[in-house]
């Protein structure tokens, strides 16, 4: 790993290679915006929508975009090539992280920075053949993250946390309650199945619009499945017919089981449903013809 390819501030070295100041406000504060992109084939998915909301989470944080949108696409495009030429991944996620830059430790935000911008891409690992027949297990906890979930922030501690209570009991995910209402899974948008209709929160500051909010509503439009974001209580989700998480590796992926007890209702209880079946089809489709 430490020999694949990387980009920093202006140059293309091996990950092994590559150094950042201490005083990189991303090491000392967290203060920086990162995305992942997948590659399918060699070819990123989404990429558009993905630099979108790249430059969301800079303007909410005050820094100005490093790059312009073709600069972006080069460099990932020579990552993905680099990757593939020495492991054979064509199936790769690209990471982006763009900090604030390096200064003396103060909390004030400095004018004049150089922000630090790092990329590299992984193969993709995605959900093995296993998880995706059987369906994932979930836990739940309350959502003690911070308030400003819509902010793809480097500063992860409170998802890494809710992820490791997950971990901790062999679960893939963590979904999470504020205030008695559904936000998100510690690295997870999080779906419920209602009478035949997929069902998400709304958007608000809790909740980061994952890029497959917008893509599931695509597909349930193809799919002539109904689709609404509204609040969801706890109740909601437990009583759901199917849950669904989707994330840039998950795609999107059936919950059989939270806290120990099957999801659904009849003889699919604790089974993947129908509509993740029919969204998941719909999905790889879209791999095919929204990649570039």
């Known amino acids: 790993m430490t020999d694949n390819l990387c980009f920093l501030n202006g140059e293309f070295l091996p990950l092994s290679q590559a150094r950042v100041s201490v005083l990189d406000r991303g090491f000392i504060f967290g203060d920086g915006i990162y995305d992942v992109t997948p590659v399918y084939g060699r070819r990123l998915f989404r990429f558009d929508e993905h630099m979108a909301r790249l430059q969301r989470g800079l303007d909410k944080i005050r820094i100005a975009n490093p790059a312009a949108r073709d600069e972006w696409l080069q460099r990932c495009r020579h990552l993905i090539a680099a990757l593939a030429e020495t492991t054979g991944a064509d199936d790769q996620v690209i990471y982006i992280q763009v900090t604030r830059g390096v200064a003396p430790r103060d909390h004030v935000m400095p004018a004049g920075l150089v922000p630090t911008v790092f990329m590299m891409s992984n193969p993709m690992k995605g959900v093995s053949a296993e998880l995706r027949h059987h369906g994932a297990t979930c836990i739940t906890a309350r959502d003690f993250r911070w308030a400003r979930g819509d902010i793809k922030s480097t500063s992860l501690l409170g998802a890494v946390l809710a992820r490791q209570m997950s971990a901790d009991q062999d679960a893939t995910e963590t979904i999470m309650f504020r205030d008695g209402h559904l936000t998100e899974a510690s690295a997870s948008n999080v779906w419920i199945v209602h009478e035949g209709a997929l069902l998400g929160p709304p958007r608000s500051e809790y909740i980061l619009e994952g890029i497959r909010v917008e ?37 999107v992926l059936a919950v059989t089981r939270i806290d120990g007890e099957p999801v659904g209702h009849g003889a699919l209880r604790g089974k993947p449903g129908p509509v993740y079946a029919r969204l998941y089809e719909a999905y790889q489709a879209a791999k095919q013809s929204m990649s570039i």
Request: with cysteine; net charge negative; proline share 3%.
């Open 215 to 251: 893509l599931l509503r695509e597909l349930c439009e193809e799919c002539g499945i109904a689709y609404n974001l509204r609040p969801l209580t706890e109740a909601d989700v437990r009583s759901a017919d199917e849950v669904l998480l989707s994330s840039a590796t998950k795609e």
